[in-house]
Antibody, heavy 117, light 110 residues
């Protein structure tokens, strides 16, 4: 069974940084493209970033480009999202998702990031 | 990248059919058959219901079907059931190798 477990969320001050993790199991993580998607409270889903299995292809939404960095450790079956210079607009539940063929095949339960002073 | 346009809500009685539209542009929905649909009951993570416009993953009831015409994709739920009450989102690949989601539609089962 595919399992994705996010962690690392919490309360951070504006301008601060946070690193999210996503522990994967139940599938061959090292062969899988992965995504981050976020959802502000009471709002819709917003795609954030994706990476190929070997980090050679990485894409970001314009809203996070230059501030967020996606990475992975295939030996640890873990996906990361380093978030810098956070603002109130980054407050959201962050989901990691396994990529299907141009869709999001499995999702974690999400981790909440709150940016507030 | 602006969100794809979906109606805020649709409603139907049990057994009826409802259709949710998802309107994009020639840079996303109109250019690729890479439209997918997600169901999100309150307080839970999304679940894929349709991918590549009209394909159902294993385990998704055949009451769910998808289609596309031009820049607009659609999800139809036939034989509506109480358990179908949830938020639904469409998504598409874009011409700049990013993804865009729809604004979301709440399905109400009367």
């Amino acid at each position: 069974e595919v399992q994705l477990v996010e962690s690392g969320g919490g309360l951070v001050q504006p301008g601060g940084s946070l690193r999210l993790s996503c522990a994967a199991s139940g599938f061959t993580f090292s062969s899988s493209w992965m995504h981050w998607v976020r959802q502000a409270p009471g709002k819709g889903l917003v795609w954030v970033s994706r990476t190929s299995s070997d980090l050679t292809t990485i894409n970001y939404a314009d809203s996070v480009k230059g501030r967020f960095t996606i990475s992975r450790d295939n030996a640890k079956n873990t996906l990361y999202l380093q978030m810098n210079n956070l603002g109130a607009e980054d407050t959201a539940v962050y989901y990691c998702a396994r990529a299907g063929n141009y869709y999001f095949s499995s999702w974690g339960q999400g981790t909440l990031v709150t940016v507030s002073s | 990248q602006s969100a794809l346009t979906q109606p805020p809500s649709v409603s139907g009685s049990p057994g009826q059919s409802v259709t949710i539209s998802c309107t994009g542009t020639s840079s996303d929905v109109g250019s690729y058959n890479r439209v997918s649909w997600y169901q999100q009951p309150p307080g839970t993570a999304p679940k894929v219901m349709i991918y590549d416009v009209n394909n159902r993953p294993s385990g998704v009831p055949d009451r769910f079907s998808g289609s596309k015409s031009g820049n607009t994709a659609s999800l139809t739920i036939s034989g509506l059931q109480a358990e179908d009450e949830a938020d639904y989102y469409c998504s598409s690949l874009t011409s700049i190798n990013t993804y865009v989601f729809g604004s979301g539609t709440k399905v109400n089962v009367l």
